[in-house]
């Protein structure tokens, strides 16, 4: 099956999902990949200074990036939902009932294992939840790429 594009989430759309969006979008530069939270608490902020210079190491620019909240509609919106950890796979069908079936774990071809949130937390967490992610983006990629 093929995806459009795809919604990546986790708490508060700081660290793990603008990471995770950005490392899939580089993997899968046609389709339109969009990041998000599951809560309000940070909502307006930028990723912390951990995580942007995770990814300019990476060659990612998240200067821009600012945190949102993920609504039902931005949810209605994408075909694919991915989402940090089964409990945040939970809140998303209580948020978007319809939503149950395309969500999904950023880490489901890595035996779906949850992806801790390195807020702050040591540069070290933070690096080793990029590992983490940089594999799952490219589980995903050998999965959906053309």
Not at 36 to 44: Q, T
Not at 87 to 115: C, M, N, Y
Not at 118 to 142: E, G, I, T
Request: net charge neutral; aromatic share 4%; proline share 5%.
């Amino acid at each position: 099956m093929r995806f459009a594009s795809a919604l990546v989430l986790c708490r508060a759309n700081l660290c793990r999902s603008p990471l995770g969006a950005s490392l899939l979008q580089r993997r899968l530069p046609a389709m339109e990949i969009q990041s998000a939270g599951l809560s309000a608490v940070r909502e307006g902020e930028a990723a912390p200074a951990e995580v942007q210079a995770l990814a300019r190491e990476a060659g990612l620019e998240l200067s821009a990036h600012r945190a949102r909240v993920a609504t039902p509609e931005m949810i209605a919106n994408h075909d694919l939902v991915l989402v940090m950890s089964a409990s945040q796979r939970q809140a998303v069908s209580e948020l978007a009932p319809f939503a149950t079936g395309k969500t999904l774990l950023f880490a489901h071809w890595l035996d779906g294992i949850d992806i801790p949130d390195p807020y702050r937390k040591s540069l070290d967490a933070h690096r080793q939840v990029f590992v983490m992610l940089s594999d799952a983006a490219d589980a995903w990629h050998r999965r959906l790429a053309p």
